[in-house]
């Protein structure tokens, strides 16, 4: 292994339902889930009555009597995420988002200035429950993975840093479902084969791991359960955002230009998250009406993902939900965004094949694209007949929101710009 390093895992517990929590003192010591519909978030009151994320409403309350259903308020969670990340940001250099809502923290060489990573970590949390109100778990260790999973040892509101040299100890027992990194699939393959725990992953000979979950999941799955995965920070990829908006004038009740629209501000998302290798699991639809009302609307999907037909189906039913106003009322915006981002890794160890064929064919549009420039495919709906097309402009509207600061400062130097593409057709 390469020289020690101390890394942190910091991670908000119950994220949205905290919030809730925090900004209406009725609802504390109480169980709630974020919703409406389906589960977005359960507070622990909730969890250890057996609600979980992704559970319907009407499922979650048979379980839970007394559960509070809250709506959904995604600016008030993605202010909360901004301020977050302004601590993290402010007590290490490197920091990785993994999503709104955890972040990895590099504070090897900190020591001397800010104490042990013990000590850094309790400092982190006193710093998030001052300024912005919100419980966060912190682990630590020497690998991402060690920190990771510490962290969730450590959950609710706590702190657990695995002294290096102890590693293995803490790695060992744990089951091979709790790895990062490992999906459900390749957990269940190594169920079959009897191979229950880590310590079982780190006693079977890699050629014979291979057979069972294949070469490249065995050579990571062995990596891990000798904690020899030394993979750096990431700290440039720090967006937890990407967005863009397009600021036109539709009419109320013309569903077929606003769908245009919708594929048109998706195309664009999508294109740029898969340039950036970033996928994302929550979709946010906004609009502004002529009367500069606004709306903002989100939905989280079961995986993270950066396909176009994927997001596509998403942001179409956020708009169909909200067709009692757009039916009624000029819009003036429309905008997108994805966040609850990941790094799109071999880490994905399982894909369904219908999923790997849509990504195909959206890699094959980006490379037309890449290569002769954004017009050079255009899906059929966007050609011919819509006046309104020439005039797009689609200002660039990166991060404006949940950014950090370096993301703040680069989007501030390309605002103003009117970017081309899908603006650029000869009128
Ligand atoms: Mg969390």
Redesign the pocket.
Known sequence: MTAARSILHA?????FASVEQRDDPSLRGRPVAVGPGVVMAASYEARQRGVRSGMGVAGARRRCPGLVVVPSRFGAYLEASRRVFAVLDAIAPDVEPL?V??AFLDVTGLERICGTPEAIAHRLRAAVREQVGLPISVGGGSTTQIAKLASGAAKPDGVRVVAPGTELAFLHPLPVERIWGCGPATAAKLRASGIATVAQIATIPEPALARIVGKAAARSLAAIAWNQEGRPLRPGRGRRSFGTQSAVRIAAGATERLDAQAIALTERVTRRMRSAGREGRTVVLRLRFEDYTRLSRAVTLPRPTAATAAVLAAFRGLLAAARDLTERRDLTLVGIAVTNLVAATPRQLELPFDEGAGAALDAVVDAVRDRFGAGALRRATLLGGEPGLSAWSLADADNDEIGNARDLRAAGARRGQVTGGLGDRAP
């Open positions: 991670d908000l517990d119950a994220f999503s809502d955890e």
